[in-house]
């Protein structure tokens, strides 16, 4: 059942619930990987007989958000979602260096994606699933483009959430996102090995093979070449342009994650208006 809000209390209030859920992806982009680091790196030197390199607690919630250079920690009203960063113009209040654009573009993100699932979906069970497969992505793009990795905690929880909204939300769509997933999976597998034969290098990381497959779970199959299509269109021309802007980043490894998740985006928010414009200029 949706939630019956007026738009005067609706639209500001699905604007600071996503600036504060763009604060915690801040948080899972910045830590996710050095938890999993850790966690290799101990697993690692259990398996030779080392003594544990570091047993501190490092989760999601601990220790407190601090400065990544003097280690002060952030007081509460600077830790506000973009009121904080602006406030402090994007400098640590003790030591000055300077905090990345990423907190605040990651926590406007995440308002924008929340406003836009409410204007599509209202304040529905069905808006909240796709809501949180957005800010799921949102979260893998920036954490990709960061470490070009794809982490398993968040790719496959994504595919599973997928099957579970079709089976609850469209049940004659579920065969189809089965199919989905598995051909997602499959066809950039397919893709790295035959690239690796024929160049003797990797073109993608499996991360990619398990969003992609995640993306057919919330699509189904009949949207994977539109998807792929927007995916690679636009990591080619912004890849080119990088590239030849900074010259040190020519040939370098450029991450498909969050053009995968761009075009994810917006196959869950416009896909039946788009793919229907896709099929006339097929056929």
Not at 56 to 62: D, E, G, V, W, Y
Not at 78 to 84: E, V
Not at 248 to 265: E, I, N, Q, T, V
Request: some cysteine.
């Amino acid at each position: 059942m949706p939630v019956d809000l007026p738009p005067s209390l609706l639209w500001p209030l699905a604007a600071i619930v996503g600036l504060c859920l763009g604060s915690f992806l801040n948080v899972v982009i910045t830590r996710l990987p050095v938890m999993l680091m850790r966690e290799w790196r101990a697993e690692a030197r259990e398996a030779l007989e080392l003594e544990a390199e570091d047993t501190s607690t490092f989760n999601l919630a601990t220790p407190r958000s601090m400065c990544p250079r003097c280690e002060a920690p952030i007081a509460w009203h600077d830790n506000l979602p973009l009121i904080g960063w602006l406030k402090r113009r994007g400098r640590c209040a003790r030591c000055g260096t300077r905090i990345s654009p990423q907190y605040p573009l990651v926590e406007l993100a995440g308002a924008l994606l929340t406003l836009a699932v409410t204007a599509l979906f209202g304040p529905t069970l069905e808006g909240l699933f796709v809501l949180g497969a957005c800010l799921s992505l949102l979260a893998m793009a920036a954490i990709d483009l960061r470490t070009q990795l794809l982490p398993d905690a968040l790719t496959l929880p994504l595919l599973w959430a997928g099957l579970l909204y079709q089976l609850l939300f469209q049940p004659l769509q579920l065969p189809s996102a089965v199919i989905g997933a598995m051909a997602g999976y499959l066809s950039l597998w397919g893709f790295y090995w035959l690239f690796k034969l024929v160049t003797g290098k990797e073109g993608m990381g499996y991360g990619d093979f398990k969003l992609f497959a995640a993306l057919g779970a919330w699509l189904g199959w009949v949207y994977l070449p539109l998807v792929l299509i927007l995916a690679a269109g636009a990591g080619a021309i912004v890849g080119v342009i990088v590239q030849l802007a900074v010259p040190r980043l020519r040939g370098a490894p450029m991450p498909f994650g969050p053009w995968l998740a761009a075009a994810g985006w917006i196959a869950l928010l416009v896909g039946e208006p788009l793919m229907a414009h896709y099929l006339t200029l097929m056929m």
